[in-house]
């Protein structure tokens, strides 16, 4: 079966499926704080017949995504499915989740055990009132950490904690950063703010850029650049004494677009190309029309040929995503 290649040459080998768009925070880079609207979510029987067709056409990694997935009944059996899922080329696939982390610490064991390899958790402050602050959820900051731990023993490795920095709210938190992740020996990966909150307050003055990064890390410890991947989204950084790693997401300030590997399913079935695409293609509409396999697969075939060459953040002529990342899937 013919593996999916978008029309710029880029082989496609990184799923997303967000199984739900509820979560239990409200953070101020994503949500308004309301309830916001709630597109739905499907059976994971129908996220499994998804997965299995976009396995066969060369889909390596499988990250499920919300919303928060681990507040859906069932994540772990649906973990233990994907699991018996094999590549093209016969391998195992490669299964993440991010969370927020706030329910992890009595699902680790259980998420390992079922198959997942490993776990990104969701931290944008390591200060606990600064954490309320930015979850609008108090006393949160201590179930994440726990959940952090939890998964750390369970063996859920790499370890990746993720922050969104946003000015005029957890700047400040990049040296603190550095020093939990020599301390508890995760990878922390910055993330710059992108225009996908619910309350479209994003400028580009918003955002902290990876070299305002690397510079404020240096005032801590030397950063020493690792290799990566073409197809990695972080540009990947340990201390000088080797002792912790960093790695900072930078799709305003230096985009990676021309190696984009990703498509996205969200919670209610939609294909979706790019984060910042304007139009969903629904995957599900056509399974409830009882669209067989091989009918799917030409859809998806012609949905990843029209994969969009690069988002166009901070240019005039850019049109926000037709979904909030909340909608949209982390």
């Not at 195992?92 to 989740?97: G, P, S």
Request: aromatic fraction near 8%.
């Amino acid at each position: 079966m013919a593996v999916l290649t978008d029309r710029f040459g880029r082989s496609i080998t990184d799923l997303r499926i967000s199984i739900t768009d509820r979560c239990n925070y409200k953070c101020v880079y994503c949500r308004t704080g309301n309830e916001g609207a709630f597109y739905g979510e499907l059976p994971f029987a129908d996220y499994l017949r998804m997965a299995r067709i976009l396995v066969s056409l060369g889909i390596k990694k499988i990250r499920l995504t919300g919303g928060e997935p681990l507040l859906r009944r069932g994540i772990v059996d649906f973990v233990r499915d994907l699991s018996t899922l094999r590549t093209a080329e016969g391998d195992i696939l490669d299964l993440a989740i991010t969370t927020n982390g706030h329910l992890l610490s009595d699902m680790a064991e259980s998420l390992k055990d079922a198959g997942l390899n490993r776990i990104t958790v969701s931290l944008d402050a390591v200060d606990p009132n600064r954490f309320a602050r930015i979850t609008r959820v108090p006393g949160g900051f201590d179930h994440v950490l726990a959940g952090i731990r939890s998964a750390r023993r369970a063996g859920l490795w790499p370890l990746k904690v993720n922050c969104v920095l946003m000015r005029g709210f957890n700047e400040d938190q990049i040296i603190p950063f550095g020093m939990f992740a020599r301390e508890e020996g995760v990878v922390v990966r910055f993330i710059e703010f992108m225009p996908l909150e619910e309350d479209r307050v994003w400028s580009p003055a918003t955002v902290v850029t990876l070299d305002e990064i690397l510079k404020r890390m240096a005032e801590y410890r030397p950063l020493v650049e690792i290799p990566r991947a073409r197809s990695e989204t972080a540009r990947r950084y340990r201390f000088d004494d080797g002792v912790g790693e960093i790695g900072i997401i930078a799709p305003v300030s230096h985009p990676f677009c021309g190696h984009c590997s990703r498509i996205r399913i969200t919670s209610d079935g939609k294909v979706r190309t790019c984060l910042f695409s304007t139009w969903d293609h629904d995957l599900r509409e056509l399974m409830c029309r009882g669209a067989s396999d091989t009918e799917l697969v030409s859809f998806i075939h012609d949905v990843v040929s029209k994969k969009e060459e690069r988002h166009h953040i901070g240019e005039p002529d850019f049109v926000p995503a037709s979904r909030t990342m909340v909608h949209i899937g982390g």
